[in-house]
């Protein structure tokens, strides 16, 4: 008997190999024409810490959290305690640990799942060479949970390599033989967990949420990243360095993230898209600069990978709670557009949007994504949509003397180049006249808030506020990474007889208020979905009258992400 979809935990502590074992896994299970997805646990320590890769396969496509695990496969017992009550088992799970490593933990055994215990070593390959080599356990677990759903050999072999990269044939030989020893180990166990074959074979990506948002970004023009490195968004810089150079852009490692964003401004105010990517911290240092990309109307895109806050908080686990400073941070009226990907494919789509609102608008522009989706590794079906491209406006039609900031009926005015003959202007932050020498009289500053603000007003995402799915009349409003679980909820409940909505929102601010009401007619309970403790979402619904004063809200903190039946369970 086959099943249609499995979720397996490869664990161990920090240094074992566990995400190596789980991206394997992945690739090989792709590779195989399965759908996936797979998101990481892991602590702050570079080596020691908790760390576990999360993946579940299925033969349809696939990107919410399970509520519970299949299979947990131990490399080791180390700091399981730590990070237990994030990895949900039941009496149904199977567990499968080397004995060596230890009886298992009672944090783990309470869920009284089914134990096997296999040797992860193989028994031909001496202590001496395991010392030299490593003992590749992770490599055998992986091989061992291929075995056991049906991936052949050439599959699994195809992934180690690609996994391994450029290492010496030693190294991949060694690797090798671990996994034809897991792949071995499969067929002694008396445990069947067989998937169905798969039933697409549509073009797909395997990508993670922060690389599709580097490509989207790429795809927009970004030609320029100034950054600071900073989890969960460094591993976004690593994959863009070396693409941006082949495009003919550049990065350039700043020494904090004051300086990265004030180069952003600088390539910008040259004539080159530019972005910059952070996490809560960071974002929290750049507010000021901001301020003046807002008032001197220069484009910028802000990539922000929240994780758990404030001050640095928990640096590897998700949650989002950066809303309010995304939106409100800064001193002043600085009003700026923010985004969020609504899944792992749309990072790319939401990122390649960014670009173009920013150039068009003339304005920062923040892109809110999260660990979760940041750092989820998934085989998804290839993105088809892309958002329509927009320019910087850089003529001016006007004669006489050059008004870089006129005051007129378009709020968006000509940003030349500099060096322009009789174009030249100042990119100026103190509050200015229409040609951009600063002034101290309210009659401008009123007038040059107004023509910002007026950009804002007028402001149409079309088609791109946000994503609809299902009918009903209980509605779920939510962003980012909650999306996948709140989708996997409705279809439940709606299959139970209680119809169901989920409304996904790509615009945060200024907030698309006739999308959202438009889409909420005919329903009687509205529900805001979020993981911060405060409700920043729904309270910032309610403030934009963008949702009845009945709204209710369900939010907590990270990093443990909301599961579809927790959310089922929470409205009814």
Not at 32 to 40: E, L, R
Not at 237 to 255: D, F, H, K, M, S
Request: net charge neutral.
């Amino acid at each position: 008997m086959t099943r249609p979809s499995l979720s397996v935990v490869f664990a161990g502590s920090g240094g074992a190999g566990a995400m190596t074992a789980g991206t394997l896994f992945l690739q090989a299970a792709a590779s195989a024409g399965y759908y996936g997805v797979m998101t990481q646990l892991f602590g702050a320590q570079v080596r020691g810490g908790e760390s576990a890769a999360l993946v579940h396969i299925s033969v349809n496509p696939v990107e919410s959290p399970p509520d519970f695990f299949d299979v947990f496969v131990a490399i080791d017992w180390k700091k399981i305690d730590q990070f237990a009550p994030e990895i949900p088992l039941n009496e149904t799970s199977v567990v499968i640990a080397d004995p060596s490593a230890g009886p298992v933990p009672g944090s783990i055994a309470k869920s009284r799942p089914r134990i096997f215990e296999v040797a992860f070593d193989d028994p031909g390959v001496t202590k001496l060479e395991q010392a030299l080599r490593g003992r590749r356990a992770n490599v055998c677990a992986a091989g061992l949970i291929g075995g056991l759903i049906g991936l052949s050999i050439e599959q699994l072999e195809a992934a180690l390599e690609t996994a391994l990269g450029k290492k010496s044939k030693d190294v991949l030989e060694s690797n090798r033989r671990a996994l034809r020893h897991g792949i071995g180990l499969a067929k002694t166990l008396p445990l069947s967990l067989q998937l169905s074959s798969p039933t697409s074979d549509d073009d797909r990506w395997l990508i993670t949420g922060n690389q599709a948002v580097a490509f989207g970004a790429l795809r927009g023009g970004v030609r320029f990243v100034g950054c600071y490195p900073i989890t969960p968004a460094t591993d976004l810089v690593e994959w863009l360095a070396p693409r941006i150079r082949e495009l003919g852009g550049n990065l350039v490692l700043a020494e904090d993230e004051l300086a990265s964003i004030n180069m952003v401004l600088g390539a910008s105010y040259g004539g080159i898209p530019a972005m910059t990517v952070t996490a809560g911290p960071g974002l929290a240092l750049m507010t000021e600069t901001i301020g003046l990309g807002v008032a001197a109307e220069i484009p910028a895109v802000i990539v922000d990978v929240m994780r758990a806050g404030p001050s640095t908080g928990i640096a590897s686990k998700t949650e989002q709670s950066d809303l309010n400073i995304a939106i409100y941070g800064g001193h002043g009226d600085a009003p700026r557009v923010v985004v969020a990907p609504i899944s792992i494919g749309d990072c790319a789509v939401t990122s390649e949007w960014a670009v173009y609102i920013s150039e068009r608008m003339q304005t920062p522009v923040l892109v809110l994504s999260d660990q979760a989706l940041g750092q989820a590794k998934a085989a998804i079906p290839r993105p088809l949509r892309r958002p329509p491209p927009s320019k910087r406006l850089v003529e001016s039609a006007t004669t006489g003397p050059f008004k870089r900031y006129a005051v007129g009926a378009d709020p968006v005015t000509a940003m030349p180049l500099p060096g322009t003959p009789n174009r030249e202007w100042v990119a100026e932050g103190l509050t200015h006249n229409e040609a951009g020498l600063p002034v101290s009289g309210a009659g401008a500053h009123a007038a040059q808030i107004n023509k910002r603000a007026r950009k804002f007003d007028l402001f149409d995402p079309g088609p791109f506020w946000g994503e609809m799915w299902g009918e009903g009349d209980t509605a779920i409003i939510t962003f980012g990474s909650c999306v996948a679980s709140a989708r996997e909820a409705a279809a439940r409940r709606t299959e139970a007889g209680q119809p169901t909505r989920v409304i996904a929102l790509r615009v945060l601010s200024p907030v698309p208020r006739k999308a959202i009401l438009g889409k909420l007619e005919g329903v009687k309970r509205v529900v805001v979905l979020e993981q911060n403790h405060s409700g920043q979402l729904l309270k910032h619904l309610l403030a934009n009258k963008a949702v009845p004063v009945s709204a209710e809200g369900i939010s907590r903190p990270g990093p443990l992400p909301f599961r579809p039946n927790e959310i089922v369970r929470q409205l009814a």
